[in-house]
């Protein structure tokens, strides 16, 4: 019997931010919400938008362009939030990441995906799991995992803890 080789393949949440195309692990998506009013938290990073009440429980937001210091734009019908699962300093956290808008589900073969770019000592890319190429174009293939910092972390989880919630 003849045995077959072929790549294993990845699917990615495609999204974009500003003019840019950025992906998700599909497996790291739990659904897409139409954008919903968040409640603030005070005395927060700019980055992160607040909570949501997500069927009971809360839920923080984070701004994707703040977190990647694109400049502020208003909300459109396209505006989503990415509501994810993430891995936290070893916990397991859902949170919301609100972008420009959803594409599409794609799945790329593991040539199709090169190594992030080393851009200097000063410029830490280690969020990125690789760039995709689709139609000619890259795409920004993210680890979520690796977006936030230890103390970014540490807020997150304790965002989303019903005593941090500001009642509406």
Do not use: W
């Not at 589900?105 to 992030?116: A, F, Q, R």
Request: aromatic share 6%; with cysteine; proline share 4%.
């Amino acid at each position: 019997m003849e045995s077959k080789t072929t790549e294993a393949s990845n699917q990615y949440l495609t999204f974009t931010l500003e003019d840019e195309v950025f992906a998700l692990e599909i497996g790291k998506v739990r659904e897409v919400l139409d954008y919903t009013e968040v409640t603030r938290i005070p005395q927060v990073p700019s980055y992160m938008c607040g909570v949501i009440n997500l069927r009971g429980s809360v839920v923080p937001v984070i701004d994707m362009r703040r977190k990647f210091a694109l400049p502020e734009k208003e909300k459109t019908v396209n505006t989503c939030i990415i509501i994810a699962e993430v891995t936290l300093s070893g916990d397991q956290v859902v949170l919301g990441a609100l972008v420009d808008s959803v594409r599409e589900v794609l799945e790329l073969d593991t040539g199709d995906i090169e190594n992030p770019p080393r851009l200097g000592v000063g410029l830490n890319t280690d969020f990125l799991h690789g760039m995709g190429k689709h139609d000619e174009k890259f795409i920004m293939l993210l680890n979520i995992d690796r977006v936030f910092s230890s103390d970014e972390i540490e807020l997150i989880k304790h965002s989303g803890e019903p005593s941090a919630a500001v009642n509406e």
